[in-house]
């Protein structure tokens, strides 16, 4: 036991004292235990993590590396130089963070204090009011319509005077669906700064880039988390106003972007056409996945466009079913209240894990008492 000498714990900021945590994807040893299932028997697909892993140049590139012992470069003249490539965007509107959450981060750091607040059209992404909250700031949720498509007007109507941020995300995790040009257009016009966040831009082929000229107000990141399989070592990049950009630089923590990530980044980029054969067979694999959830009795499975499936199941059975799939070492993505109770997101596998998570499914949803 440590010495006490009668001090309290200092106190804390309320706002970070209250703050509740986001929860990321266990390890696959963690879940592989709890389930009772060697670990090369789980299928793991709760994190649209590429089941291809990395660009195979990459690990020779990372052992070839002979300056781990250098900090890298603060002002990330490589980084943006091979980043301006990949987004067709020049070098000074970019910056490079660990993850695209550091720079979701950054950004509110810059924009959002103690009373203000963001808002986001949900159910989305969820690191956006993680983060938020970390800054004091409050999220405005604004609840997508039917079909999970944006309503314009209760955005427009839910802005204050505090409102510091939109934040969009095409596509949509965990809905699949894109935010179309014109609705974009609507929410720059604001004036607000609008977020977009195209982490599986890949899989569809649409971007808000080219609205970059047009809006200094806009924001564009993407991540090599889910197209170049990279999760792991934590690389995304944000495109923006190069003054804005230039401030996000002076402010980063210096060397946030780590070698081995910076190896891993440049080496993928030589090797774009290998890594997007590999995103082509995920779009293959998910349009089939489509179609056998969709031959399931019981189970409603939303059109994506990204790398995963947001599937509805019958009401009431959220939970249960999702239990039954940990039971047979399948994890996917569940949220346990609110709009989502009875959906589970399935990430896009490899063939074999698609025919497990659709028979697991197919034998779930047609309890008893489905109606
Ligand atoms: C996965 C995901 C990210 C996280 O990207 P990192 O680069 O791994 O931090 C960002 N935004 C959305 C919408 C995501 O689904």
């Known amino acids: 036991m440590t010495q006490n000498n009668g001090q309290d714990m200092p106190a804390m900021l309320p706002h970070i004292q209250a ?26 697909l709760n ?29 990330q003249r490589n980084l943006r130089r091979v980043l301006s490539g990949y987004m067709n965007v020049p070098p000074e509107m970019l910056v490079a963070g660990n993850g695209s959450d550091e720079m979701i981060d950054l950004l509110l750091r810059m924009y959002v204090g103690i009373g203000d607040n963001v808002i986001a059209p949900t159910p989305t992404f969820g690191m956006y009011s993680f983060s938020t909250g970390i800054c004091g700031g409050e999220t405005i949720s604004v609840e997508r319509d039917e079909n999970f498509e944006i309503d314009l007007e209760a955005m427009k109507a839910a ?48 971007t808000a ?28 990049v944000g495109a923006m106003d190069p003054s804005l950009a230039a401030t996000m630089m002076a402010m980063k923590p210096p060397y946030n972007v780590n070698l081995a990530a910076e190896v891993a980044l440049t080496t993928s980029l030589e090797d774009t056409p290998g890594l ?57 993505r569940y949220w346990s209240s609110g709009r989502l109770k009875d959906y589970i997101r399935t990430s896009i596998g490899l063939p074999h894990e698609t025919d497990a998570v659709v028979q697991a499914f197919a034998e779930l949803c047609g309890g008893s008492d489905a109606a």
């Open 159 to 206: 802005i204050t005077s505090k409102s510091k941020i939109i934040f969009l995300t095409s596509p949509n995790n965990p809905t699949g669906n894109i935010v179309p040009e014109a609705q974009t257009r609507a929410l720059l016009d604001t004036g607000l700064l609008v977020v977009m966040d195209e982490a599986y831009f890949e899989f569809c082929g649409e």
């Open 19 to 44: 703050l509740n945590t986001y929860e990321g994807v266990d390890p696959m040893e963690v879940m592989a235990e709890r389930a009772g299932i060697a670990p090369d028997k789980i299928i793991r």
């Open 276 to 332: 997007l054969e590999r995103v082509q067979q995920i779009v293959t694999e998910r349009d089939r996945m489509m179609v056998e959830l969709d031959k399931i009795p019981n189970l409603t499975p939303w059109p994506s466009r990204a790398n995963f499936i947001l599937c509805q199941v019958p009401e009431g059975r959220g939970k249960e079913i999702f239990d039954g799939l940990c039971s047979r070492g399948i994890f996917l």
């Open 47 to 75: 994190g649209n993590e590429n089941p291809y892993g990395p660009s195979p140049r990459v690990s020779d590139a990372l052992a070839n590396f002979q300056n781990f012992n250098h900090y890298p470069d603060p002002d």
């Open 209 to 236: 880039t080219p609205l970059l000229s047009e809006y200094k107000n806009l924001v564009v990141l993407r991540t090599f988390s889910k197209w170049a399989g990279l999760a792991g070592l934590r690389i995304g």
